[in-house]
């Protein structure tokens, strides 16, 4: 769907990716993460509140404590797989050493009885991103490496990106089906997305070992330390994507949080029903991959990137005002779905390209570090969206369990935090992202020079 990716050589900063088939086999972990994340912050504060009986101001806290011990989690990760030297390889330490707590915390989350509090959640929270942390952000900075030039770059973060809205079309096709197929409970769907985690998680991880192998790197100049972050951070290309990426990204998680608390209180719908128009949602999002790739290629992709965000900031808010019915909220789900891939994209393939600017100028190759920036600031975002969301509702009288029997007032603000955040933080985002400067022509230039250092270098440990 995305295209065919040319092939991959040997070469130390060789121009060359994998092609598709390998590239699809490199991107199935994708998957199961998305399997994994998405109902975190979508399915299980709903769950965990009105099923197990579990307050929203615990949910709240629990969701907001884990995401502050993600914005160091990925940077420190990302320092430490920057150092990371071993006979197997830079990236594939990493992967699998994250595997079996992924698997474990995946497995106390989703198939948690009534009883548990929010200190079993905020527990299970901090091992399940640690365990994800570690494989995501090695995968992510492995990918990078894979795709050395501008265009390519969009390409393979947007088979990244497709694979990412695959698993989460999987798991939320699980509650109706559950439903509907087998007569089986809310709570029954939701233990199946978590076995789906524990049993894919492996497998995909297993094949993308073996489908594409590390890019051959040259020792750094010199060694990566904890000052280069403070040198980073100074760099306003790298602050500019790091802002874009916390006002982009927190929208989507804001409207995440509180999507099943709005079309059951406000639009009538049932969690299963609901759950099938976020079902559209992500088909959306699906289709509009392999856009936001092209249009990242043929007019730049922060150009790119301040489109997609003017565009969900439209759709979202014209939640307030379409019409009931299901035809309308069909239309409406899909249309913000469309440029729900456009960040993940976009972004990540814009660090890369900072990274080899980085890289040109320090002698460093410093993608571990940029790539636990760019995840840790999203958590930024997310640590903010999923607390303040559930704790404002409440702080207005809102009561997951009353639904539409809510005070007015209570339902008012439900329909603010919903549609209107987000949209305006998307409006945000393009403004500040418009200003990006790396064109691709400036980056075929900094890839010109990259190379022929690089040959150098080689020729000299070879000679």
């Not at 995501?136 to 990078?144: D, F, R, S």
């Not at 949080?257 to 992500?282: K, N």
């Not at 990242?296 to 979202?316: C, D, E, M, N, P």
């Not at 994209?345 to 890369?352: D, E």
Request: glycine share 10%; with cysteine.
């Amino acid at each position: 769907m995305l295209g065919a990716v040319i092939r991959q050589d040997d070469k130390v900063g060789g121009p060359t990716a994998p092609g598709s088939w390998r590239l699809a086999a490199f991107a199935l972990p994708c998957v199961p993460v998305a399997a994994m994340l998405m109902p975190v912050v979508v399915y299980l504060p709903n769950y965990y509140a009105t099923d197990l009986g579990v307050s929203l101001g615990a949910i709240g806290l629990a969701f907001g404590i884990v995401r502050l011990f993600d914005l160091w989690l990925d940077p420190t990760l990302g320092f430490l797989i920057d150092k990371t030297n071993t006979r197997f390889g830079r990236f594939k330490p990493w992967l699998v050493a994250g595997l079996p707590i992924a698997v474990l915390s995946v497995w106390m989350l989703f198939m948690a009885r009534p009883g548990i509090d929010g200190r079993y959640i905020l527990f299970w929270l901090i091992l399940g991103f640690l365990g994800q942390s570690m494989a995501t952000m090695a995968h992510v900075a492995w990918a990078a490496r894979i795709a050395p030039e501008y265009s390519q770059r969009t390409r393979v973060f947007g088979w990244w990106q497709a694979f990412t809205v695959v698993g989460m079309l999987i798991v939320l096709a699980m509650p109706p089906l559950m439903k509907s197929a087998f007569g089986l409970d809310y709570a029954s769907g939701v233990r199946a997305m978590g076995w789906f985690v524990v049993l894919s998680l492996p497998a995909a991880i297993l094949v993308a070992l073996f489908a594409v192998r590390e890019p051959l790197t040259l020792p750094n100049s010199n060694v990566s330390n904890w000052r280069h972050y403070l040198v980073l951070l100074r760099r306003p290309s790298v602050l500019r994507l790091l802002a874009a990426d916390i006002l982009i990204g927190t929208g989507p998680v804001i409207a995440g949080t509180l999507f099943f608390f709005f079309f059951d209180a406000i639009r009538g719908w049932d969690r299963s029903e609901a759950g099938l128009l976020l079902l559209l949602y992500f088909i959306g999002a699906l289709l509009g991959a392999p856009l936001w790739s092209r249009l990242g290629r043929t007019f730049g992709k922060h150009r790119a990137l301040s489109i997609a965000a003017v565009a969900y900031s439209i759709a979202q808010a014209s939640v307030l005002i379409a019409p009931p019915g299901l035809v309308w909220a069909i239309v409406t789900m899909m249309l913000a779905g469309v440029p729900y891939s456009a960040g993940p994209i976009l972004l990540r393939a814009m660090m890369a390209d900072l990274g080899d600017e980085e890289r040109l100028h320090s002698g460093v190759d410093r993608s571990g570090l940029l790539f636990g920036m760019l995840s840790g600031a999203v958590k930024i975002g997310s640590a903010f969206a999923v607390f303040a969301s559930v704790t404002s509702i409440e702080a207005m009288g809102f009561q997951a369990d009353l639904g539409a029997g809510n005070d007015p007032l209570a339902l008012a603000a439900l329909s603010s935090v919903f549609a209107l955040a987000p949209a305006l933080l998307g409006l945000a985002g393009a403004a500040l992202i418009s200003g990006h400067t790396m064109d691709k022509a400036a980056h075929d230039a900094i890839r010109q020079q990259l190379d022929a250092r690089d040959a150098l270098q080689k020729e000299r440990a070879t000679s």
